[in-house]
T-cell receptor, first 114, second 114 residues
Framework: AQSVAQPEDQVNVAEGNPLTVKCTYS??????LFWYVQYPNRGLQFLLK??????LVKGSYGFEAEFNKSQTSFHLKKPSALVSDSALYFC????????????FGKGTMLLVSP | DGGITQSPKYLFRKEGQNVTLSCEQN?????MYWYRQDPGQGLRLIYY???????QKGDIAEGYSVSREKKESFPLTVTSAQKNPTAFYLC?????????????FGPGTRLLVL
């Protein structure tokens, strides 16, 4: 079985400060990892994904994420937060082998204060 | 304007009634998916289709049905057997069902029970 944990229901950060949204995963093999963002009453927007290669993945809107195999983590980061980054963020994982659909974490609400 | 459309935006269901949610994509994607989103639970897979005229159950298929008669369309019917249908329903598609492919989401339909 595969699973994703987002240990923080909410992250608060001041505008201009760096932000981190945490994600850890569990798969039987090697993972494909994804981050999505959701604004209120909207669908999910794709931010970035890890497939293979460089452990630091750069994505949309200045976000990046670092794949750490030993810690089974894929934390989302941004050097300088904007108020407009306030939204619900989802991490998702899919095993490379065996029967596997995309499994989502429960989401982390990011609130950026002015 | 390419993308995924879902209609209606809001849908009201009476007790014992079947309702159908529409999902259309003009991205020429082979694979399509239906997810259910409940507060604090992330997204859960209802059904998915890898190709026209084929579909498989996801993790929470009971009380739902789908069809895939056209590549562009993947409607979801919420039947009277689904006892707790109130949720936000999201349709997604990907170029293929390959695990590394990104899933792109529609704007969602919110289903409420009268």
């Amino acid at each position: 079985a595969q699973s994703v944990a987002q240990p923080e229901d909410q992250v608060n950060v001041a505008e201009g400060n760096p932000l981190t949204v945490k994600c850890t995963y569990s798969v039987s093999g090697n993972p494909y990892l994804f981050w999505y963002v959701q604004y209120p009453n909207r669908g999910l927007q794709f931010l970035l994904k890890y497939i293979t290669g460089d452990n630091l993945v750069k994505g949309s809107y200045g976000f990046e994420a670092e794949f750490n195999k030993s810690q089974t983590s894929f934390h989302l980061k941004k050097p300088s937060a904007l108020v407009s980054d306030s939204a619900l963020y989802f991490c998702a994982v899919r095993d490379r082998a065996g029967y596997s659909t995309l499994t989502f974490g429960k989401g982390t609400m990011l609130l950026v204060s002015p | 304007d390419g993308g995924i459309t879902q209609s209606p935006k809001y849908l009201f269901r009476k007790e014992g009634q079947n309702v159908t949610l529409s999902c259309e994509q003009n991205l020429n994607h082979d694979a399509m998916y239906w997810y259910r989103q409940d507060p604090g639970q992330g997204l859960r897979l209802i059904y998915y289709s890898q190709i026209v005229n084929d579909f498989q159950k996801g993790d929470i298929a009971e009380g739902y049905s789908v069809s895939r008669e056209k590549k562009e369309s993947f409607p979801l019917t919420v039947t009277s057997a689904q006892k707790n249908p109130t949720a936000f329903y999201l349709c997604a598609s990907s170029i293929t069902s390959d695990r590394m492919e990104t899933q792109y989401f529609g704007p969602g339909t919110r289903l409420l029970v009268l």
